[in-house]
């Protein structure tokens, strides 16, 4: 009999990654029966999303998909509400309409949620029960992960790490506040910073420049570290994981906000129990494989 | 045949409350056979604990009983670990001690954790799955508890909104940072502020000239107020809590605080979702009502 499979999208604005594993249920990280990144095409979105589907499980029998989505969803409709790295997406039901196309059970779900789960259960979080993950990019996202499910809160909005204050009347954040964690140390904060010491380029071209010793970005880099680190004092004063695991696009290789963080809390910790502070390992994969793992639980 | 009772006891620096309640299990409060405050001697206190509880629990048929005690204690071995308000306890197996005497089962556990467990199933948070207490004092407590237990953490220490930097680089605190709250609206804090704007007395007469509409006092009031919503925004940011019980000697009656900082947190959330900030409702009697339903779980 063919195999049961199962497949986890994690849909972004240029490109779509997949992983196709096997259906059988298990704790396990899901098997890689094929994996990979597809363009995602500016127009019709699910149909080519369907049609990728059939191909990549061309030769297995398809039983589940889920899709993880920049944006905020509805998982009990399987909605997108709002996607503005997609917003082809915004408003659409589609779920409905995979299943539709495809005849089996469609999970829509949220890409940042899907990738620190996995990431807590099969990345750098699987030795402990405790997890706090932390993505760091143009926005900062946090998740507090215990015993592989999200502790949500009360209201569905607790982990939000970058919009605690760490600098009391600094810059307006898009949340409305001033001095969030995320109006030091996003993207674009760095690249404002990096840009009026005379540097060029992005966040990106900064981490660059820190790692060729350029004293201007040593010092916008340390200065970084020191308020990411200021912040998780805070989280670990207040949820006390057993481990925090610090991924995004500006915690990448060589990870050098990460290792400085680390060490800034090290030095600057009093009462506080501190775990251990790790780089994301599942990388730019951990959103397919949160995804596939959902996936999985929808065909049991 | 001789009704069954457990005994709670709270023990304070000079005086012991106490709690007879039934022995049947329940998730109800425990109720109050008897209540009641005994003074504390200097001296031999395990001894006159036991005397305590036959005196009180005279007519009854004791089953079990659960101390409360103002330090940290190894609840497995029931012992006093250390005591700064009850320092003749320090070091002293009392759990085993005060069975030797009274032949039952006995528990000892911290005051604070008594206390907010009560006030979260029983008290203020009743109504909530998921809350957050504080307790406003020399120090500031706080305990995260879901579904009538407490959220300890990875290591046990997660909750500590006391120890959340409010002012980088503000007054040292006794934990070892600077610019906790607890710097800032510590009773010791309020004092200090208050005497330097030439107020009498300690943080309790601060509040009662506040009542009066001391401007000196107004001001020193409000931006305590404003310190304690900034933690909590924090602790929204983070935990997300259903409610959030405010209560210690600090936040009595009037409730100036609570009612302070409830409007001015409502004031500054921008995405928080803000969940009632309301005082205790169990008061002094908190820790005898926790350490009762404690007895209640060693009796069952």
């Known amino acids: ?56 499980a061309a030769g297995y029998r398809l039983v589940a998909v889920a899709v993880a989505i920049p944006g905020l969803v509805d998982e009990a409709t399987g909605t997108v509400i709002r996607s503005t790295n997609v917003p082809q997406l915004d408003g659409r039901p589609l779920g409905p309409e995979l299943t539709e196309m495809l005849d089996v059970p469609v999970m829509i779900l949220n890409d940042g949620r899907a990738a620190a789960v996995a990431e807590a259960r099969w990345g750098a979080g699987a030795a402990a029960h405790d997890v706090f993950t932390l993505a760091l990019g143009t926005g900062i996202a946090g998740s507090h992960i215990v015993d592989g499910a999200i502790v949500d809160g009360a209201n569905g909005s607790a982990g939000e790490l970058g919009h605690v204050v760490i600098e009391p009347g600094g810059l307006p954040c898009s949340c409305g506040q001033q001095g969030c964690l995320e109006t030091v140390i996003g993207a674009p904060a760095l690249r404002r910073v990096w840009n009026a010491a005379g540097g060029e380029g992005s966040a990106r071209e900064l981490l660059a420049a820190y790692d060729e010793g350029d004293p201007r970005a040593v010092a916008i880099v340390q200065a970084a570290a020191r308020h990411l680190a200021d912040a998780i004092l805070t989280l670990l004063a207040l949820v006390d994981p057993g481990v925090v695991v610090v991924g995004g696009g500006l915690a990448s290789e060589p990870h050098r906000l990460v290792t400085l963080a680390a060490s800034y809390v090290d030095e600057l910790a009093t009462f506080h129990r501190v775990p251990p502070i790790v780089p994301a390992r599942l990388g730019r994969w951990a959103g397919s494989v949160g995804a596939a793992a959902e996936a999985r639980t929808l065909a049991a």
């Open 1 to 56: 009999m063919t195999q049961a499979a199962v497949l986890g999208l994690d849909v972004g604005g240029s490109s779509v990654k997949y992983r196709l594993a096997s259906a059988d249920p298990g704790d396990g990280m899901p098997d890689a029966l094929a994996e990979g990144v597809a363009p995602a095409p500016a127009a019709d979105l699910p149909a080519s999303l369907a049609e990728l589907a059939r191909t990549v």
